[in-house]
RNA sequence: GCCCGGGUGGCGGAAUCGGUAUACGCAUCGGACUUAAAAUCCGUGACCUGUAAGGGUGUGUGGGUUCGAGUCCCACCCCGGGCACCA
């Protein structure tokens, strides 16, 4: 391919011309070639929304662009791919607006996107595009969702979500604002529904310990951590005081402080709560109970200055001291941790002490507090105190000490176990929503169940799945994988049934079905009952995925992206294996992260992916900021439109700013006037390459020789720039690039090689105008074959260094001095120094400190 | 409240291992080129003091360690992010 006629920096030009060579030659296409070091940079595949690329896409996305560029140059396999994360609410949203289906939106968005994202020239492997949305992808979606099922790691659960009476929809969490639907401003309120459950707590042990072994941001590790919340302690029997009552369990991380319960509270959920009310408390628990379900989440927190209760009129009996202790009703415990039920310890937990001090309960303590210790509770290690009783004694023991003796003593004794809890909750897994995978599942009743297990035994998984509805208790039959995708059903209307089902439940040909249990095969009720032992009668499952679903995986399908028979081929997924490096924004820090990592471990144990872990190199790019230092948004009228850059300054300027704004995991403004300095840089780099009639500079020869401290700088900056981009840090490699061409800059002539070199380096950042500098310069495309720059070391020793004199530790002067000089020397160079001299007039010197190569210490 | 990250010129930022603080870029001002403008090039570029040479101060604040601190330690202030009655 030529290289563009252009006499000037004509971007417009250029930037299509080499874009179009890119995708005629197939440059990025990463083959499946084993012989050869794999590099797997990946970036957040976007939700294709249809406001357009945001700003922020190409940040992250120019970061892994030029890595992938640079890992090529140095020889590797590099796999850069692309896809779409099309399922999700606006795209179904607009199709209850506008009645046209979610599918045909969704089409345009990511045709706009894909236009977008060619504009910038990024070096993606096109062949391997993939999009949640299409039934090749999201077949395998279900396939995992299958393997979960058999595994045991599916149920379905009544959960509470958000119910709109008006609208008669469920509701997601961003459709709800301050206690009111988006959508018409009507009530809302939790309503308990049936929902599909994937038990990610099972992998709780595992996802915290192997945090371990990936190369994340600390600060999105701990958020893991804390998000998996890990406590250890002891689950404690108390039993009540009316026998008939049972026991109350509750979870301590402080058995040690058993001595000091002198109440118990539960929950205002707990089911216990009806037993444990006496006659005499039936009203105000009443009461209390129902404020409590009235208050919002944030309204709960809000409150929680304040902490209230209510007495059931009950006791329970402490199991270290016989002691007869109260049970409290109060919403400052939680239904969803622990056992829903604490032992209370005023003295040595101060939400207790709060309580205890509001409605007048005892407090005890049972740790002594140091001897200048004024505050309440006391939570600090300390002696044991007043924690004796029978054959038990605590009293002198610290707190480790302690909590290992009464945990042995709980266990000797049958009164408890020692446990370690998780805040880690169960994924609720499924929406009530249409655009979205379906889940692959249908319903029969117990008999049919029956008959099915005994035809296909362990196929249908370890566990079974069954609800109880109206009296009738249903299964859930797994569709076969031959019976995969299930496809979505076309509806007439995207709007919910109206009786908390998805858009789904309306689909009556699609839902109510004569069911092949063998073959997954159905025929809609409507039809006769085909014959065959294996035909049941069934209903689909009318709720779909979650977005996560499909991003749980997709590193995974980029691998083998058009395999019809698995979902990723062995040797494909043990080559190219997982990401070296993943780069996207730290709003995923939690649970996109922890939800793929738990896919990746299931897929791991069944023995189809290599690594127990997906992302061995996690990045998180910082948000740009509009010019005005706010978030960009909409009302602000603050946004930048990529397209708009890319029309008035050319893609590879918007790369090379983007890079040149900030370290990339820092958060930062757009500045308009920044932009010009770099495309100022871009049009030098064209003007020392290109003269005014559009010929190669006649500066430019094979024939001349670089001077010494030229060749040196040269040398320098190719290390330079391939260190900055190997650890991210591409604004100081453009900086050095700067550095480098000022300095060509100003030479008489300037060697053909050293520009080829210079433009190598430059390819990465911005690969449309080295592409055509280097073939107007004589040499044949892509410039990304061309390799990397050689670094040669012996080329930046230099026989003279630059010696900075101090005096006291103060900077005074400096000198070029040879790297040999002695000590003796630079004493007799400092002396004679106009400006260093005078500081030491007169004056013995005591000590010298000589950093050799940089500086030396004068002390007088 | 708890857990992270960060405070450096007029602005974005650099200083990677404790060694000349402010690289590179923007903006400013001055100059060159031009009939003119644009573009380009050269220079300027923290503060106080001084005619100048120079001297002093300076990386959020206050201490400390060190021959030497933007960098390490202690305390505090401010900004950003996350979590939040998690027993």
């Known amino acids: 391919m030529k290289a563009t006629n252009s006499k000037d920096y004509d971007f417009l030009t250029i930037e299509p011309h080499w874009q179009t060579f890119w995708e005629q030659d197939k440059t990025f296409r990463a083959p499946d070639d084993f012989r050869r070091p794999k590099f797997y940079v990946l970036d957040m595949f976007p939700y294709p929304s249809g406001s357009g690329l945001h700003i922020g896409h190409p940040e992250g996305y120019t970061a892994t662009d030029i890595l992938a560029r640079y890992k090529r140059a140095r020889g590797f396999n590099v796999l850069h791919p692309i896809g779409w994360d099309a399922f999700g609410l606006p795209a179904e949203q607009h199709a209850v607006k506008t009645g046209t289906h979610p599918a045909s939106n969704t089409q345009n968005n990511i045709a706009n996107f894909r236009r977008q994202i060619k504009a910038l020239g990024f070096s993606y492997d096109w062949d391997r595009e993939i999009d949640t949305t299409d039934p090749k992808y999201y077949r395998w979606t279900q396939w995992i969702f299958l393997q979960l099922f058999k595994q045991g790691l599916a149920y379905v659960d009544e959960r509470p979500v958000w119910w709109c009476p008006e609208l008669k929809a469920v509701l997601a969490n961003e459709e709800v604002v301050d206690g009111k639907s988006e959508i018409g401003g ?91 009310t006496v006659p005499g408390q039936q009203a105000a628990v009443a009461v209390y109970q129902r404020q409590a379900a009235a208050k919002s989440d944030l309204e709960r927190t809000d409150l929680a200055k304040n902490k209230s209760g209510v007495f059931t009129g009950s006791y329970a009996i402490n199991p270290v001291n016989g002691a007869r202790v109260p049970v409290w009703i109060a919403d400052y415990v939680v239904m969803g941790y622990g056992t829903g039920a604490i032992m209370a310890v005023p003295a040595q937990d101060q939400r207790d002490w709060d309580f205890a001090k509001i409605y007048a ?12 210790f004024a505050g309440e509770a006391f939570v600090e290690d300390g002696p044991a105190i007043n924690s004796a009783h029978g054959d038990l004694n605590l009293n002198g023991l610290r707190i480790e000490a302690a909590k290992a003796a009464i945990i042995a003593w709980l266990e000797r004794t049958g009164r408890g176990v020692r446990k370690v809890n998780f805040k880690l909750r169960d994924w609720l897994f499924s929406r009530q929503r249409y655009w979205g995978e379906p889940v692959p599942v249908v319903w029969v009743n117990a008999e049919d169940y029956a008959r099915a297990k005994a035809k296909l035994g362990a196929a249908l998984g370890k566990n079974e799945v069954s609800y109880a509805a109206n009296g009738v208790t249903h299964y859930a039959l797994p569709l076969p994988d031959t019976a995969l995708p299930l496809t979505l059903p076309e509806v007439k209307s995207y709007l919910p049934s109206g009786a908390g089902e998805s858009p789904l439940a309306n689909a009556t040909e699609w839902l109510d079905v004569w069911y092949d249990f063998e073959t997954g095969a159905a025929v809609a009720t409507t039809e006769p009952r085909p014959a065959g032992e294996s035909w049941v009668h069934g209903r689909r499952e009318t709720n779909t995925m979650p977005q996560w679903a499909g991003s749980c995986w997709y590193y995974l399908r980029y691998l083998d992206p058009q395999n019809s ?56 790019q910082g948000i740009i900021l509009g010019e005005d230092g706010v978030k960009m948004s909409k009302t602000r009228g603050n946004v930048v439109n990529p397209d708009h850059v890319v029309a008035g300054y050319g893609a590879d300027t918007l790369r090379l700013y983007l890079m040149f704004l900030g370290p990339l995991e820092a958060m930062k403004p757009w500045n308009p006037k920044g932009i010009e300095g770099v495309h100022r840089f871009l049009r030098k780099v064209w003007r020392e390459c290109i003269d005014q009639d559009g010929a190669v500079h006649a500066r430019i020869s094979a024939d001349a020789t670089l001077p010494p401290d030229a060749e040196k700088l040269l040398h320098e900056s190719i290390k330079k720039v391939g260190e900055d981009f190997e650890a991210l840090r591409f604004n100081t490699a453009i900086s050095t690039l700067m550095i480098l061409l000022n300095a060509l800059q100003k030479l008489p002539a300037i060697p053909r090689s050293t520009l080829l070199d210079f433009l190598r380096m430059l390819a990465p950042l911005a690969p449309h105008l080295a592409e055509e500098l280097w073939v107007r310069l004589g040499e044949r495309p892509s410039i990304m074959a061309a390799g990397w720059p050689v670094f040669d070391a012996t080329k930046t020793i230099a026989d003279t260094v630059t010696m900075v004199f101090q005096v006291n530790g103060k900077y005074r002067g400096d000198a070029v001095v040879p790297v040999a000089v002695t000590e003796a020397e630079l004493l007799q160079l400092a002396k004679d120094h106009p400006k260093v001299g005078p500081h030491l007039a007169g004056k013995p010197v005591k000590r010298a400190i000589w950093v050799k190569g940089k500086l030396i210490n004068l002390l007088v």
């Open 565 to 620: 028979e698995r979902f990723v081929a062995p040797e494909l997924a043990k080559y190219w294996s997982s990401p070296d490096l993943y780069v996207g924004g730290a709003e995923h820090a939690v649970l996109h992260l922890l939800y793929a990592r738990f896919w990746h471990k299931v897929l791991f144990d069944l023995g189809h992916v290599p690594d127990h872990e997906p992302f061995r190199r996690l990045f998180h």
């Open 361 to 372: 309960l005892p407090i005890v303590r049972t740790v002594q507090p140091t001897a200048d």
């Open 186 to 276: 009507h009530p809302v309120e939790r309503r308990n529904l049936r929902q599909w459950v994937l038990r990610i707590t099972a992998y709780a042990e595992r996802l915290l310990a192997d945090l371990k072994d990936v190369d994340w941001p600390d600060s999105t590790k701990r958020m893991q951590e804390a998000w998996i919340g890990r406590s250890e302690g002891a689950e404690v029997a108390f039993k009540l005081a009316e026998p008939a009552q049972g026991e109350l369990k509750v979870f301590t991380t402080r058995p040690d402080t058993l001595f000091g319960c002198t109440y118990m509270v539960i929950a205002p959920e707990h089911p216990m709560v009806a037993t444990l």
